[in-house]
């Protein structure tokens, strides 16, 4: 099994917040349930959250729903290739877009993670603003340095982790996986966004390849140590 791990910063907060990310069918729902049960079992209370961007539970809705509109030329999906260079036609409404959604999510985060958090809880996300920021990034054709940039500016905003899995795997592996994902181009590019996000941010990588139970114990034990050192 191969594991690299950083020393990733905590949060000065009453609950505890632990993180998986990475790209489609790298295993992220199954660890962070697994985490989620181990913990209980362990006599430790806390709680499931899917982080992801929510497109049906949005207050800005029916404007991101015409930005959308208006960005993406007609027949093409923003899926569809690598970057957006040959599917975005106008980079102020690509901006507008961006600044909707992130802030739809930093409203719905907030109540989905933040709230639990401030009164003592412990939370195990399935999906966080990393995600969000690496499609973000890739649709739009960010370099990495500004998808970078504009993650330091959300995360300001939002309850900083005191642990992130990034679950890391072959991008063909994650394509057998998921039958609902356009291409391998889809995944390959995410996945080097996502490894160079792990070295900046302080991420615990998990090879996602492996066995799940394994990798859900290893989660464990990383997250029961984080918890003794900062008693």
Known sequence: MNTREFDAPGLESSGRLVCFVGIDGSGKSTLAKALATIMEQRGIECRYVWGGFNDSFTIFRPLIAAAKGSIFRKGRFM??????????????????????????????SSIRVGLPLAMGRNVICDRYIYDLIVAVGVLLDYP??????????????????????????????????????????????RRDVYLQMAQQHGMTILDGSSDPDELAQLAASRVLRRMEHRR
Do not use: H, W
């Open 79 to 108: 899926e569809e290739s690598r970057t957006k260079g040959m599917v975005v036609k106008s980079p102020v409404l690509s901006t507008i877009y961006q600044y909707l959604v992130l802030t739809d999510y930093i409203f719905q």
């Open 144 to 189: 990495v340095k500004r998808t970078m940039a504009l993650l330091d500016r959300c995360l300001a905003l939002l309850p900083k982790p005191n642990l992130v899995f990034l679950v890391d795997l072959p991008e063909e592996l994650a394509l057998q996986r998921k039958d609902d994902v356009v291409s391998l181009d889809f995944l390959s590019v």
